[in-house]
């Protein structure tokens, strides 16, 4: 059992918290970014009355080309290191 703070506003009740990893070695590709998903079902206690989202699909909750899901990683933006 693991305890740790959330939102105030958070609602109490079952909660599906999931977290992803996404490794971007072939991310110039269509399709060539692989996902690595875990996720942990959170009994939250004595929650307030704020509203969840927002929410995405499990499945098909991001396009090939959305941005960050698909980029040249040999022409990055000024903030992020490139091993090119």
Same mark, same amino acid.
């Given at each position: #059992?693991?305890?740790?703070k959330? =939102? ?6 079952q ?13 110039? #590709?269509?399709?060539g970014? #692989?996902? =690595? ?8 206690a004595?929650g307030?009355?704020? =509203?969840?989202g ?5 499945l098909?909750?991001?396009s ?5 899901i ?5 022409i990055p933006?000024? =903030?992020?290191?490139?091993y090119?």
């Amino acid at each position: #059992q693991y305890s740790f703070k959330h =939102s105030k506003s958070l609602p109490s009740g079952q909660n599906l918290l999931r977290v992803e990893r996404i490794a971007l070695q072939q991310a110039s #590709q269509e399709k060539g970014v #692989q996902f =690595s998903i875990s996720g942990a079902n959170v009994n939250v206690a004595s929650g307030g009355n704020g =509203s969840q989202g927002p929410m995405i699909q499990l499945l098909g909750g991001y396009s090939a080309n959305d941005p960050g899901i698909k980029l040249n990683l040999c022409i990055p933006p000024v =903030s992020v290191i490139s091993y090119c």
